[in-house]
């Protein structure tokens, strides 16, 4: 069997010459700009330094009221359309596949809105509006106040660090798909709330499954020929840009220590799970601007080679793994009702069909 590592050099180097040829071919689809066919029914109060506000939520269960049973709460944040009924429903899908695993489990799907959405609804006037790529990048709220879609997510998890009302609470898992799960990906980095959650005993995991890029700590991108190296910031200074890289990061990263984000991060329990099929390099709003192609030709190339850079960067000490799901692509759905996914989420034994990286790669 190839090794993991090998793997991964081989994904980036495959495609590399349609990687240039595309490049540039970024158009964003006319979907993205359309309303959101429903706004979520439930919200919580967001409130911080810079403004309150509501974010609004769909949830099997009352977000307000107590819940003395319940032990696990998913939270799965929707794909580029928004469509957080969409990811709801899959969510119920993935309790129901659990069977009595799924009595003491709650999901919770935010929704980050955007103007077209606010032009379509009669919105209240504090929910909370970002750009159509502001929310995925961390950035601040356009209405009501400048408040940052990572700060939603403390405030969404804050929630839950509840003991009066949550007094079994023993997890709390954010999980993205596709653009849901850039969110998770750079939240993962920066967000804020999970020390006070793990104080309390309540365990934090972010699960990524297959986004269209990862967040990187310093220049290096994968070689086409094996391995990592500089990419060429003059022919593409976007790639070490916020949300590729460091560079130019909104105010709620900018403000924190770099390294310590850094360090901080290999030791959160974070899983990427990712499709073994999801290989094509154009469809499903991936990105393929020039800073996301440095990153690889498609999206399980450049999640395995994101894994191998943290291999190198903490070669003792990072607290993730890789999970493949064979069979799969592009599907939120299938992804996480899985017999892989179902293990990442439950705790279950991981099937030996499920290729899994956790160690650093040989030397």
């Known amino acids: ?85 969409t990811y709801f429903a899959t969510g119920q899908r993935v309790l129901a596949a659990a069977g009595s695993h799924g009595t003491d489990s709650m999901i919770v799907a935010p929704q980050f809105l955007t103007p077209p959405d606010l032009r379509a609804f009669a919105l209240p006037p504090r929910t909370l509006v970002w750009s159509e790529g502001g929310w995925k990048e961390g950035a601040p709220a356009r209405r009501p106040a400048p408040v940052s879609s990572f700060s939603a997510l403390d ?76 990419v060429d910031t003059q022919a593409c200074p976007r ?11 909104p105010a709620y990263v900018a403000t924190q220590n770099i390294a310590a984000m850094e360090t901080q991060y290999a030791q959160r329990d974070v899983v990427y799970l990712l499709g073994q099929d999801d290989v094509d390099p154009r469809t499903h709003f991936i990105d393929r601007s020039c800073a996301a192609m440095a990153q690889g030709p498609f999206r399980l190339a450049r999640g395995l080679s994101y894994f191998a850079y943290l291999q190198a960067r903490f070669p003792g000490g990072l607290n993730q793994r890789v999970v493949e799901v064979p069979g799969v692509g592009h599907d939120a759905r299938r992804m996480l009702t899985s017999d892989c996914g179902m293990a990442v989420l439950f705790g279950r034994p991981m099937p030996s069909s499920c290729p899994v990286e956790s160690e650093p790669p040989p030397k």
Not at 159 to 167: G, L, S, T, W
Not at 193 to 213: F, K, M, W
């Open 1 to 85: 069997m190839i090794s993991f590592s090998a793997r991964h050099l081989l994904l980036a180097a495959t495609g590399t010459a349609l990687a240039i040829a595309h490049a540039s071919a970024n158009a964003a689809p006319s979907k993205q700009d359309a309303p959101v066919a429903h706004v979520a029914d439930q919200a919580i109060a967001v409130s911080t330094p810079d403004g309150e506000a509501t974010l609004p939520l769909y949830a099997d269960r009352d977000i307000d009221a107590a819940q003395s049973g319940l032990t696990r709460v998913f939270i799965i944040v929707h794909g580029t359309l928004r469509n957080a009924d």
């Open 155 to 230: 405030a969404l998890l804050q929630h839950f660090d509840d003991r009066q009302r949550y007094p079994s609470l023993q997890s709390v898992t954010l999980i993205g798909h596709s653009a849901g799960a850039q969110v998770v990906q750079r939240y993962a980095v920066a967000g804020r709330a999970e020390q006070a959650l793990t104080r309390d005993g309540i365990h934090v995991r972010y699960v990524v499954a297959n986004p269209s890029s990862y967040l990187y700590f310093d220049d290096a991108r994968p070689a086409s020929g094996g391995g990592f190296q500089n």
């Open 239 to 249: 790639a070490v840009q916020w949300k590729y890289g460091m560079t130019d990061a």
